[in-house]
């Protein structure tokens, strides 16, 4: 193993020249472990989907769209947690630049989307599954609790959900956490819901200043906050741009099916493509069914179950006329549609990081890290359950949306984020 | 040429950047410079900016799957 690793040099390994070397050389080919072990995850992958092909095409679907959403975070290494924290612990916005690639490219998807789907949106119809959600306290508190417990727990909900797939032990506890923090907002839902979420205004921009408005509005303030970063990064010191690609240069084209291969599925994105590629399947999967999101789905698990046993929290007020990643309480079953979407992201972003053999069992040294990540995951889903989503549903799919809730939970996230990173510097 | 040894292979994010900027500001005049042993990809993009702010440059070796060593010395 050892021998192996040494003999070669970085990124110039893959066994993906092997690949190449098979449409076109007669070398003998080989390809390293976790490459095959890549490969026949790929067939277990390909399985599962005409599996669940038999159980309904649209959890194909969905297994499907998980899978690419899971791959595609895996390879830019997408992170909402360091997005936001990298801001002030680093004064370095890669990538909350990739974020905001993605929320553009989503914008005007869903943008072109609600325009057909609500043609006269003065009227005061919503779409029916854009993520508009009630504004009020709980929106502030959730993104507050949400920032911090994306810092403390080092990833957010779909960030956890990918790291998962890449071994990371801390971000299975985290995964734990979020089902106790989102089964704990679904004890408390019926308080907020007479408190807060049932008189909430569900404010949607294209009500007020027609679809084109709200577009042109949502993309100038996503251009100012990109200006306002640069300006803050100007400020916080040189940095060292990403490591390059290094292409090999021969003009074959097996070497030039090589080069592709391995900047696909080697090397890593750089933040702003995943950020662009993850706003075009949002797109795709809000024209198939709804908007990317899935804390609802989660909620279903962890109250579903309890409901079952009798112990849960019952009816949720309210929740089921609500779109987006508002609590579930569950019934129909475990394989529902959306199961398939957040396993096929843990399993896309296992396939992505064998390929690229960055696969490995991660287990931190220092008990304090479980103890992180499982009340950073509590923090988080009791933040998502009353905030009706994730950075995900309550941000990445609400402000495309066109919805004002979306812009509050970003800013009280980003205010959370801060005091998250205060929270980790004391923590050794 | 002496470095000191930093290994943070387990830890989750940010900490390998953080220990690494600790242990940076803690080296002696004596040390060339510290090796952090890391498995955490995203570390790869975040340590050689912070350690050149602190004047340092690095240099990244691919020691395993997935396993770096990332040199950090005193610039020039």
Redesign the interface.
């Known amino acids: ?2 021998a192996e ?2 003999s ?1 040099t ?2 110039t ?1 893959s066994v993906l020249v092997a690949f190449a070397c098979s449409l076109g050389y007669t070398e003998k080919v080989t390809f ?1 472990k ?1 490459v095959r072990l890549g490969l026949l995850a790929l067939a277990v992958a390909v399985a599962i989907l005409l599996l669940a092909t038999g159980l309904g095409g649209e959890m194909a679907l969905f297994w499907a769209f998980g899978m690419a959403f899971g791959f595609v975070l895996q390879r830019s ?1 997408f ?1 909402f ?2 997005a936001f ?2 801001v002030f ?2 004064r ?1 916005g ?1 990538n909350l630049k990739g974020v905001l690639v993605g929320l553009a490219v989503a914008t005007l998807g869903f943008g072109v989307l609600m325009s057909q789907q609500v043609p006269f949106p003065a009227l005061g119809l919503l779409p029916q599954e854009a993520n508009v959600l009630p504004l009020g306290w709980h929106v502030v508190l959730g993104g507050l609790l949400f920032g911090a417990g994306m810092v403390v ?3 957010c909900v779909s960030g956890s959900i990918y790291r998962m797939g890449e071994g ?1 032990i ?1 971000s299975w506890v985290s995964f734990g956490g979020i089902l106790v923090g989102l089964l704990a907002a679904g004890y408390t839902w019926n308080w907020w819901w007479r408190v807060q979420i049932a008189d909430g205004a569900r404010l949607w921009l294209p009500a007020f200043i027609g679809h084109g408005g709200a577009i042109v509005l949502t993309m100038a303030a996503l251009v100012v906050i990109y200006l306002l970063l640069l300006w803050w990064e100007s400020r916080g ?4 741009p ?2 390059e690609f290094d292409a090999g240069n021969e003009e074959t084209f097996a070497g030039k099916l090589n080069n592709t291969l391995r900047r696909i599925f080697v090397h ?1 994105w750089p933040a702003a493509a995943g950020g662009a590629v993850l706003g075009g399947l949002n797109v795709m999967l809000f024209t198939a069914a709804h908007p990317w999101g899935f804390t609802g789905e989660l909620s279903r698990w962890s109250i579903g179950f309890t409901n079952w046993l009798g112990l849960g929290p019952g009816a949720l007020a309210g929740a089921a006329d609500l779109p987006g990643c508002t609590l579930e309480v569950g019934g129909g079953g475990i394989l529902q549609h959306m199961f398939f979407l957040v396993w096929g992201m843990v399993f896309g972003s296992l396939i992505g990081a064998l390929l690229a ?4 069992i ?4 220092q008990r304090t ?1 479980y103890l ?2 499982a009340g950073g995951g509590v923090a988080m889903g009791y933040g998502a359950g009353i905030a009706m989503g994730c950075t995900i549903g309550a941000f990445f799919s609400a402000i495309p949306s066109l919805a004002v809730n979306g812009w509050v939970f970003a800013i009280f996230l980003a205010v959370g984020a801060w005091i998250g990173v205060q929270i ?2 004391r923590i050794q | 040429m002496s470095f000191r040894q930093l290994d943070v292979r387990g830890e989750i994010c940010p900490y390998p950047m953080m220990k690494a900027v600790q242990a940076l500001k803690k080296l002696t005049p004596d040390d060339d410079g510290l090796q952090v042993i890391t498995d955490h990809a995203p570390a790869l993009d975040t340590i050689p900016t912070q350690a050149a702010r602190l004047g340092f440059q690095t240099e990244i070796e691919e020691t395993g799957t997935p396993e770096w060593c990332i040199t950090i010395r005193r610039a020039p």
Not at chain 1, 237 to 240: E, Y
Request: aromatic letters at 4%; glycine letters at 12%.
């Open positions: 193993m050892r690793s040494e070669r970085p990124e390994k390293e976790s290494r992170c947690a360091s924290r990298d612990l680093l370095h890669r727990s080092g990833g990371y801390a010191g040189l940095v060292i990403d490591r890593g053999g960055e696969f490995k991660r287990l931190p040294r890290r992180q990540s980790i510097q």
